[in-house]
């Protein structure tokens, strides 16, 4: 399991690290995104699933001009988070089976999301999600924390 986890965040930390300093917050992370998807699926694809263990790793990641948490958790039961409000800008990946997302528009009107295995979401600061993992799910999430504020 360690050297799994290890592996995801040395790939996320020199994709996210390849990208220009220059472009921030969802922007980021959709480049990231695409630049992680074929990359994570060549190191999962060689890991027998399903695993035996619950993964719940976190790493907190500081670069020149890149502040992230890198988040890997793997569910061997399904799992239910109830309106959770997004602190960062945050990316998810949902590997090997599908996790559905609740994105809030208001208090009590939402948009469903499916998201299928293998794909991922960037969601914005401050969005409101409630999420459902199926088990046997790995998700990773990365958390953006931009060091210098987005110019408007």
């Given amino acids: 399991m360690e050297r799994l986890t290890k592996n995801i965040c040395d790939i996320v930390i020199k994709e996210a690290i ?4 220059k472009i921030k917050g969802l922007n980021f992370l959709e480049l990231l995104k695409i630049s992680l998807a074929e990359k994570l699926l060549i190191l999962l694809n060689k890991q027998k699933f399903p695993l035996n263990n619950i993964i719940d790793f976190e790493k907190k990641t500081e670069e020149k001009v890149r502040n992230f948490n890198i988040i890997v958790n793997y569910y061997i039961n399904s799992i239910s988070v109830n309106k959770k409000k997004i602190d960062n800008d945050s990316l998810f990946f949902s590997f090997n089976e599908t996790s559905n997302f609740d994105i809030y528009k208001d208090e009590k009107k939402f948009i469903s999301l499916l998201l299928y295995k293998n794909t991922g979401i960037s969601l914005p600061k401050g969005t409101i ?15 953006n924390k931009d060091m210098d504020e987005i110019l408007k």
């Fill in 18 to 21: 390849s990208i220009n300093e």
């Fill in 129 to 143: 999600i409630n999420s459902k993992s199926n088990k046997n799910t790995l998700l990773i999430e990365i958390q």
